[in-house]
């Protein structure tokens, strides 16, 4: 347990499913992001949130929605998916800008059938 | 254009042995942090290094930040099953934002 919680560890869905992933620190950080791990493929930043504020977008398709309701947790709502966008989607958490890295959860593994 | 390069990608070496992976980029850092992913879980922390020729232990871990800031190393002494994992180098690029490495792909054979 790294103190980012995120569940389902493991989801299979549809491309017409809609479902949500859930991210929850108790770490006190103010910056929260979602990013996107494929085989072969360097970690994609996907989204910031900084005080609940979403600070940056990196081009993500609009079939994925991220909600930041408050400083300890974030969604990312799916809908519409295709399979490649099957991958590891990892949750991380800093304070300080990242200067002290980054606390990720242990990723909820999407497959998009 | 991918901003840090790891190298090897892969590497398999048995257990006992030595190595280092490398990170390396055209670009200067202000820190860079090295991570360890192991299956099925998320990155975790290993160490930064902000300094440019700094060397930090961690155990059988020795990680280096070059004299100009641009590149770093991990050394690993006599290898254990343990150290298997996908090691991954990260520096803040513009707006202090985490940009990880390609990764390097450790398995130690026992």
């Given amino acids: ?113 | 254009t991918q901003l840090l390069e790891q190298s090897p990608q892969f590497l398999s070496i048995q257990e006992g042995e030595n190595l280092t992976v490398y990170c390396n980029s055209s670009s200067v850092f202000s820190s860079l942090q090295w991570y360890r992913q192991e299956p099925g879980e998320g990155p975790v922390l290993l160490v930064t290094v902000v300094t440019g020729g700094e060397v930090k232990k961690l155990k059988r871990l020795t990680f280096q930040f070059g004299d100009a800031r641009k590149d770093s190393s991990l050394h690993i002494t006599a290898a254990q099953t343990g150290d298997t994992g996908l090691y991954l180098c990260a520096a803040p690029f513009g707006n202090e934002k985490l940009t990880f490495g390609t990764g390097t792909r450790l398995t130690i054979i026992p």
């Fill in chain 1, 1 to 113: 347990e790294t103190g980012v919680t995120q569940t389902p560890r493991h989801l299979v869905m549809g491309m017409t499913n809609k479902k949500s992933l859930k991210c929850e620190q108790h770490l006190g950080h103010n910056a929260m992001y979602w990013y996107k791990q494929s085989a072969k493929k360097p970690l994609e930043l996907m989204f910031v949130y900084n005080f609940k504020e979403q600070t940056e977008n990196n081009s993500v398709p609009s079939r994925f929605s991220p909600e930041c309701p408050n400083s300890s947790h974030l969604f990312l709502h799916l809908h519409t998916l295709q399979p490649e966008d099957s991958a590891l989607y990892l949750c991380a958490s800093t304070n300080n800008g990242g200067k002290n890295g980054y606390t990720f959860g242990s990723g909820t593994r999407l497959t998009v059938v």
